[in-house]
């Protein structure tokens, strides 16, 4: 029964969309409501299975297990579960989305396909979290493509068929490299079976590429060049320097609804399929290229907070901050610690929640100024009181302030990298200062950021703009509170994901 809840969960905003496509396209108050309606209920279900998890169990939980595609030597099965890592994220997903609904209330232009699209999306992003067989993971992986393509390139900005194509290009590719490796493991995998068992099974395959016996078809050299490659699949899509650049792009050009999704969801799915595939799969790969995957990270941390230093656009300066803030993600993980490894999973929570919070305040001030350039704003406290104190308490989790959810993520991310293995990454000591350099920085840009746009002499033009409106507290005080809860209360997420970085780390030999 359980199992079917992680199904319904899954398939609801489809049937949702299906529902709104019946809809004459006049009614959009009735749009609005059923998308809302059918996200809150997908938040409703996720909260229902968060509450039936078992905290202290190892392995996959609510698992659904069913043959769906057999031809003899290709055997694909729809085999879906959760576990510690992916239920948060399972949450978060249904939380942010069903928040940017709320913050798209205000969208007029062809409002039934927008909905159709953001559910649709919700269901391929639910699915990647859930897909246990590597041709399902990859079939949700791609469901979420398209979706985001038409919602940047439709109800975007000026540039945003640019920027849809060069999201649509980039993560493509990261697909086509992703589902090329997906094969590759499958048939090397089967092949080190002597081709008595072929699985897509991420279970089934850390197994046999487990192995001792396997040694001659699995050699390192060729575990390597697959770990590699999921390794650039993935960096795309969490992005990681120099796959990079078309997220600044994506989200300047996107409407404030899908920065909210792109931010706190779509990038999370890179740092998760890393984890869950790459280091799930072949962690003794992963081992093998710590080091490089943690000056990666800080690369990511520095780049990117220097670029956002010198950003004349609040939306593009809130961009890079992202990039900066994945490369703690891969701090974390490359420590091969369970103080590292949790850090990282709370960053992928933690700033799905304030990224996507910092991108709907910054849509709110661009709705009311009509820009986002910095040079020109000042002074809002004073005629928008209510919408400044939220972007500065947005900026202040960012930034890693204690009692906020960034905290504690920097925090536990750093004491796994400095208490890094010296065999496993022979300089961590320093990569982990050079790293701490970039929240001083990030502190930097947002705290100048948020003096040259909310404080200061206000500019005339902007007396008497309108504060925040009573559907503008929904995704504000929802996100906020988030933040701070985790923050203040680190047990609320540590004691779902605790037994699962336990086995994880245990496994990789950390």
Known sequence: MMGNLLTWLVFVPLIGAALILTIPRENVNVIRSLAA?????????????????????????FETVAP????????????????????????????????SIFASFSIVKRVKEFYVWTLVLLTGMLGVFVALDMFLFFLFFELTLIPMFFLIGIWGGKMREYASFKFLIYTGLGSAIMFITFIAMFVKGAEAMHFQETSFSMIRLAEIYANPANPEVLTGAIKGGLFLALFVAFAIKLPVFPFHTWLPNAHVEAPTAASMILAGVLLKMGGYGLIRVGFGVLPDQ??????????LGVINIIYGALLALVQTDL???????????????????????TAGMQGAIFQLVSHGFISALLFFMVGAIYERTKTRTISELGGLSKSVPILAGFMLAAAMASVGLPGLSGFVSE??????????????IPAAYTIGVIGAIGIILTAAYLLWAMQRTTFGPMKEKYVGLPDARPMEYVPMVGLLVLSIAIG???????????????????????
Do not use: C
């Open 68 to 99: 769906w595609f057999d031809i003899g030597f290709l055997q694909i099965n729809y085999e879906i579960g959760i576990d510690g890592l992916s239920m948060p994220l399972l949450v978060l997903t249904t939380i942010v989305t069903t928040l």
């Open 37 to 61: 309606i059918v996200s809150g209920s997908a938040l409703v279900l996720s909260l229902i299975i968060w509450g039936g998890f078992d905290r202290g169990v190892s392995g996959m939980q």
């Open 411 to 424: 925090l536990l991310a750093f004491i796994g990298i400095f208490g890094a293995s010296a065999d496993l």
């Open 286 to 295: 992963a081992a093998r290229f710590a080091t490089l995957i943690a000056i």
């Open 315 to 337: 939306k593009s300066l809130v961009a890079y901050s992202s990039i900066s803030h994945m490369g703690i993600v891969l701090l974390g993980v490359a420590s091969f610690t």
């Open 488 to 510: 203040v209360y680190p047990h609320l997420l540590s004691d779902v994901i605790n037994t699962t970085v336990i086995d994880i780390v245990s496994k990789i030999g950390g």
